[in-house]
């Protein structure tokens, strides 16, 4: 043991002879920022980039690296999430219900000198879909579906026509970054490790596992960023990554346990920042295998016997934000009149005995380990909640690819937990996949009515699409498919010295951010 | 001993092959990539089309003679993730381990060996009771705890040291420490066993009783006939240092194929796990193969037998 310690002191002199990259050694955090060097700042992710073709990719790990070195058209907005921004597109206009304009930047070129027009936003969208001849879907073609194709219609305009109306039209065009024209015809691979995009950063380094280096455009179109290195570490461990914000080596980190909050800013260095974000928790009820979940009254028992408020403020120390039904209040379709079910015990056992089970009954609850905020913790909440009226769970925590394999083949037991990411921050994507009837996609509920209302609300665009949304969320909490919870929070560590806010899509967009 | 060596090299390769078939058998049992890679409630017609996409779709047997046949011509097949080379993507990570485990095992070697020696000429006294003391605690100790412990003392409140990643010597120095305490352990218990055993025989009495100095007798006379465990016992601490980088190696961000195997069996990444499998278990069996045959230069009589 003393050798240990020798050691260590020995190698000590070597470190600080090493040459001191701004920022990141450990002794020198604060001090070094103030030098004139360029500007870096340091993500901790925890897992790599799988590709830097940004149509060949579904996670947002590398979502958050590409879309500083490619552009969409437009852009979400980070305070209000309904909102979107351009980018590549100066405006769009709604000319019918099934075609979208946009009109486009002008001069605008990819870092191969490649330039961005109508044409190059008509060869993306056909080379998404797999429209191109002899090519097949990209990866990211799933959020397309409605997607017919792109009309040019001169070189600055450009029509995107959808199949019937969509009203996530621009929500899914936000999640198109460009390449440029003809950029993967001779190679379908040639972006895999060699971006080209017009965006505000290029690839300088990328070692698999590891760490990403990106640097500023000066010519950038919307301006040179003022962050002139920017860095993305993969740092599996939770608590590694607690560690290096602490000491101020990362600059942001994202999903901080709220266990473990105050320690981000235990050495003066960051600080936590909370955001909604676009998970939205639930328990999803088996009502077609399980004939007691079948009956209405037992559901909305369920949900009168769960206290969620107490949940999120004592489980979650506040990083939940309960729901009427799955629409927080910063989503498209979100109806100001609904309030979440009361915890009403006494009006739980009401209507159990009223479904003729007056002393509850027995089921099992499916659980993903380590893949939600707090979920075990928060489903031992609901079960004790849920014994108070009878209803004994038996909590069943498996790994998340169970879980996933589970859920895939269908065989999960009375009830199981899980948190819906919506991209678009609109609950259609939900209410299609897991609330409509048909055994293809997430759904353990059949209600033709309810059926009715989601086809009725998502055929339609503009203020009849956000009516006709109100009205599911209406009926669907009077027969609910599941017991409503919270929406999450996320939680980031974002060092002092930066200025930036995290998103509700849990997307990190630096250009913009400045560093103190 | 031409034949000697043949049949140890067929035996290892049989190891080896066997090592696949097990890793191969087990991922497939553990999960389903496909259900990872596609979003919650994605079609059955997209399942399926993914399925085929990745070769998944056929049964287990012909999956495995197939990769076997690629194998054999050095194609390890594609990362589901990466969607690059496996062997490619393992084989650019294998430095950073290498790197590793070396140090790690100089460190444990460094201190092991005299602390071994250290307990054994003080056998039963003050000495040999804080070693072994020592020892048993180092073995106690999970790797992730201490990494963590080292973590927080010397990256976090003393700020001597980087807390993770790959930025030259110092980074090296936390995990070094964490992985070398298993190995440590090991060499310094074995050490010190086997010089209790040589010390007090006939040949080191002569020594000491020929009125050489006693550090003399320790070095030159006793150390060199109790240090053949030690060697045999290095071949073997390989493969934990090779497993032992895994955990390691996810704690402090190291990029080496330790990490880079939690990530694939997260994501059910078969080639890649497949790749690493097959590197790993080729390092270990090749290593452990060298060291018999070492012994068999050494000892005529294992050659025989």
């Known amino acids: 043991m003393l050798a240990v310690v020798a050691g260590c002191g020995s190698s000590e002199t070597t470190t600080t002879g090493e040459p001191g990259t701004t920022g990141t050694t450990a002794s020198g955090t604060t001090d070094t920022t103030e030098s004139t060097g360029p500007v870096k700042v340091v993500v901790a992710q925890g897992v790599d980039p799988t590709t830097m073709d940004p149509h060949q990719q579904r996670e947002t790990p590398t979502v958050n690296v590409l879309l500083h070195i490619y552009d969409p058209l437009l852009e979400r907005d980070g305070q209000d999430p309904t909102k979107f921004n351009g980018v590549l597109a100066t405006g769009w206009t709604q000319v019918d219900p099934t075609t979208v304009e946009f009109k486009l930047q002008t001069g605008v070129t ?5 330039p961005f027009d109508a044409e190059c936003v008509k060869y993306n969208v056909d080379r998404l879909l797999g429209l191109l001849p002899g090519t097949e879907p990209a990866l990211l073609a799933y959020q397309f579906g409605p997607i017919e194709g792109a009309e040019v219609v001169d070189a600055e305009t450009v029509l ?13 065009m936000a999640l198109l970054y460009m390449i440029p024209t003809g950029s993967v015809d001779a190679d379908p691979e040639a972006l895999m490790s060699e ?20 640097e500023a455009k000066a010519d950038y179109f919307r301006g040179a960023p003022t962050v002139d290195e920017l860095v993305f570490r993969t740092i599996s461990e939770a608590s590694t990554r607690l560690a290096e914000i602490q000491v101020g080596n990362v600059d942001i980190i994202t999903n901080v346990p709220p266990e473990n909050a105050a320690e981000v800013s235990s050495q003066g260095n960051a600080e936590v920042k909370e955001v909604p974000s676009s998970r939205v928790a639930a328990i999803w009820l088996d ?4 004939p007691i979940l079948a009956k209405k009254e037992v559901r909305q028992a369920l949900n009168y016997a769960v206290d969620v408020d107490t949940i999120t403020q004592e489980v979650m120390s506040g990083y939940g934000l309960p729901v009427a039904t799955i629409v927080p209040p910063y989503w498209v379709g979100y109806n100001p009149d609904m309030k979440p079910y009361a915890h009403d015990p006494a009006k739980a056992k009401e209507l159990l005995a009223a479904a003729g089970y007056p002393d509850g009954f027995e089921t099992e609850m499916l659980l993903p380990r380590g893949r939600y905020l707090l979920a075990e913790e928060v489903a031992q909440a609901i079960a004790a909640d849920l014994a108070e009226v009878g209803v004994q769970v038996k909590l069943d925590a498996v790994e998340f690819g169970v879980f996933a394999e589970a859920t895939q083949a269908r065989q999960i037991p009375g009830m199981f937990y899980a948190a819906w990411g919506e991209p678009f921050f609109n609950p259609g994507g939900m209410l299609e996949v897991a609330v409509k009837s048909g055994t293809d996609g997430f759904s353990w509920f059949d209600n033709p009515e309810i059926d009715a209302l989601i086809d009725k609300a998502l055929s339609t665009v503009g203020d009849e699409h956000v009516k006709g949304l109100q009205e599911v969320e209406k009926a669907i909490y009077d027969d609910p498919p599941f017991i409503f919870l919270f929406a999450q929070k996320d939680l980031y560590g974002v060092s002092n010295r930066l200025d930036w806010s995290p998103r509700s899509d849990e997307w990190i967009i630096l250009y913009g951010a400045t560093v103190k | 001993m031409g034949r000697y060596l043949l049949r140890r090299v067929l035996q290892s390769l049989i190891v080896i092959i066997l090592l696949t078939m097990i890793v191969f058998v087990i991922a497939r049992l553990s999960g389903n990539p496909v259900d990872l890679m596609l979003p919650m409630g994605a079609s059955a017609a997209q399942r399926a089309q993914l399925t085929q996409d990745l070769g998944l779709d056929q049964p287990w047997p012909v999956q495995y003679v197939k990769f076997i046949g690629k194998a054999v011509q050095g194609d390890f097949g594609q990362s589901l993730r990466f969607r690059a080379p496996a062997m490619e993507l393992v084989l650019e990570r294998l430095p950073a381990t290498a790197k590793l485990a070396l140090v790690s095992l100089i460190l ?21 009771y804080i070693v072994t003391t020592g020892v048993t605690l180092g073995q106690a100790m999970p790797s992730f705890w201490l990494g963590i412990m080292l973590i927080l003392v010397f990256g976090v409140q003393l700020g001597w040291l980087p807390v993770s990643g790959d930025e030259g010597l110092s980074s090296l120095i936390l995990p070094a420490i964490t992985l070398s305490i ?4 090991t060499i310094a218990k074995v050490t010190r066993s086997s010089m209790i055993g040589t010390l007090p025989q006939d040949f080191v009495r002569t020594a000491e009783s020929k009125g050489l100095p006693w550090g003399n007798v320790v070095r030159r006379h006793a150390l060199r006939n109790a240090l053949i465990p030690v060697i045999t016992v290095i071949g073997v601490l390989l493969g934990g240092l090779l497993s032992g980088a895994v955990i390691t190696e996810q ?25 690493v499998t097959l590197i790993t278990s080729t390092i270990v069996v090749g ?19």
């Open chain 2, 287 to 305: 290593a452990n193969l060298l060291v018999d045959l070492s012994y068999s230069l050494l000892d005529p009589r294992i050659r025989r037998s």
């Open chain 2, 182 to 185: 298993v190995p440590l352990v």
């Open chain 1, 287 to 290: 009502t077609l295998g399980d």
């Open chain 1, 195 to 214: 971006p080209n995009g017009t965006g505000p950063y290029n690839l300088v380094e990328w070692d698999r596992n590891n760490q990403v280096v990106l």
């Open chain 2, 108 to 128: 444990a070697i460094a201190a092991g060996i005299p602390l071994g020696i250290l307990a054994a000429i003080r056998y039963r006294r003050a000495g040999d």
């Open chain 1, 110 to 114: 990819f870092s191969g000198g490649e």
């Open chain 2, 251 to 275: 704690i402090f961000a190291w990029p080496g194929i330790g990490s880079l195997t939690i990530q694939s069996i997260n994501a059910r990444d078969f080639p890649v796990v497949q790749a």
């Open chain 1, 160 to 172: 995107i026509k959808t199949k019937a109306p969509d009203p996530l039209i621009l929500g899914r």
